[in-house]
């Protein structure tokens, strides 16, 4: 089900309007009024309900009246992967981005779904980014100083109840 938003008016003499698509969004604000009979033309879009990686992904684009069609459009068509990608990027790491012709993946990120840098500092040993550590080794590491380290390059989040480490390129 598309996500439920709310078109509140910057007009304090009028009534706002739930929608689910761009088209009910568009027949709905061409009839709204004020008390004094005149046309409201501005609204403040709200995420109301839906997702939660689609409310994060209204807040990292700026949800507004005019990218309301295009934020319909990309919580349709983007994968989970892409709008965590978009999230990250754009919302964390401020990175500009062309809602109508940039692809999500072709941001410069490194993200790494982790709970804390401790447990990013135990995996990097794991996979062999600090060369060939013998296991025999590996007890004598101080992790918590890897992990203060890498806490340099890298940043935490949290999107949609999951954390994540990430790092901009």
Request: aromatic letters at 14%; charged letters at 30%; a negative charge.
């Amino acid at each position: 089900m598309p996500p439920l938003l709310y078109a509140q008016p910057y007009n304090i003499d009028a009534e706002g309007f739930f929608f689910r698509t761009e088209s009910e969004y568009s027949l709905q604000a061409q009839h709204i009024r004020d008390r004094f009979g005149n046309y409201v033309e501005e609204f403040e879009i709200q995420f109301i309900d839906g997702e939660a990686l689609d409310g994060e992904l209204a807040g990292a684009m700026g949800l507004s009246q005019g990218n309301v069609a295009r934020f319909f459009e990309l919580a349709d068509d983007w994968d989970e992967d892409q709008k965590i990608h978009f999230i990250i990027a754009v919302g964390e790491g401020g990175y500009p981005f062309d809602l109508d012709s940039d692809d999500p993946d072709a941001l410069d990120i490194d993200i790494y779904e982790i709970e804390s840098l401790l447990e990013l500092a135990r995996e990097f040993v794991d996979e062999g980014l600090f060369g060939d550590i013998p296991d025999r080794l590996q007890c004598y590491l101080d992790f918590e100083a890897i992990a203060r380290d890498l806490g340099i390059d890298y940043s935490m989040t949290g999107i949609a109840g999951r954390r994540f480490a990430f790092r901009c390129g």
